[in-house]
């Protein structure tokens, strides 16, 4: 919510944010001016990397050139939150949410696991901040998966849905960070999809239908109010969610 803060702040402030021709070239100064922290309050973190972000953003949208270009690039989707996650990841890279799975033990080649989060929940907004307009419109809502981040398996591991080892669990406890891709920060993003699955096949067979996403979205949201005592979440310094 800080961060659609800054967006509306910077646009009331004259930045052209809905042009791809100005996001193609942001300057730091700009990006930096627009997520200005509260004084007394750290800088934003990753900085870089969301002055890179968004200028992979303009050079997308310039791309489909278009005076309309967030919207054309909806419509091309023709109803499918599939197909825009598909477009999303393609033309903007940094959306690429992709993982290599290895246990070193099994002499094994990888397996590619992809989360496409940021992607996924992009369609999700999309869905829940613009119906009933046809661009909020997605006929197969029902494919995504859960939003694998860090806030949702905290409240999975305080329902004791989803267990950590006891040296995972140690390490979270005294907030090291896991590294991006690692094995422990993969599975930990698995096992959140997969948990939220079975809650809502849980509920499906109580004649409650709801998608996974949204299992996601009632999960995040009790995330906001849990005990103080609870665990804490992972730390992952990572753009991907």
Not at 165 to 187: F, K, M, Q, V
Not at 193 to 200: A, H, M, P
Request: proline share 5%; charged share 25%; with cysteine.
């Amino acid at each position: 919510m800080a961060l659609v803060a800054a967006l509306r702040r910077g646009v009331e402030e004259g930045y052209e944010l809905h042009s791809a021709s100005w996001l193609v070239s942001v300057e730091n100064e700009d990006v930096a001016h627009l997520l200005r922290p509260t004084r007394g309050h750290p800088e934003i973190p990753l900085f870089e990397a969301r002055v890179h972000h968004l200028r992979e953003l303009g050079r997308g949208l310039f791309a489909l050139d278009s005076e309309t270009s967030a919207t054309a690039l909806i419509t091309s989707a023709n109803g499918s939150a599939v197909s825009l996650v598909r477009q999303v990841v393609r033309r903007f890279p940094s959306f690429n949410d992709i993982a290599i799975w290895t246990r070193a033990e099994t002499g094994l080649p990888g397996h590619e696991v992809r989360f496409y989060k940021r992607a996924q929940i992009l369609v999700g907004d999309l869905a829940g901040g613009l119906a009933p307009s046809p661009l909020g419109q997605f006929h197969d809502l029902d494919k995504l998966t859960a939003f694998a981040d860090y806030k949702v398996p905290q409240v999975l591991r305080q329902l004791g849905i989803l267990r950590y080892s006891d040296a995972l669990a140690g390490r979270i406890a005294r907030r090291e960070h896991l590294p991006p891709g690692s094995a422990e920060e993969i599975e930990i993003r698995a096992g959140t999809i997969w948990g939220c699955e079975l809650v809502r096949q849980a509920l499906d067979e109580r004649g409650k239908t709801v998608s996974a996403h949204e299992v996601d979205w009632l999960l995040w949201t009790m995330g906001q109010s849990l005990p103080l005592r609870s665990e804490p979440y992972h730390l992952t310094p990572t753009t991907f969610y």
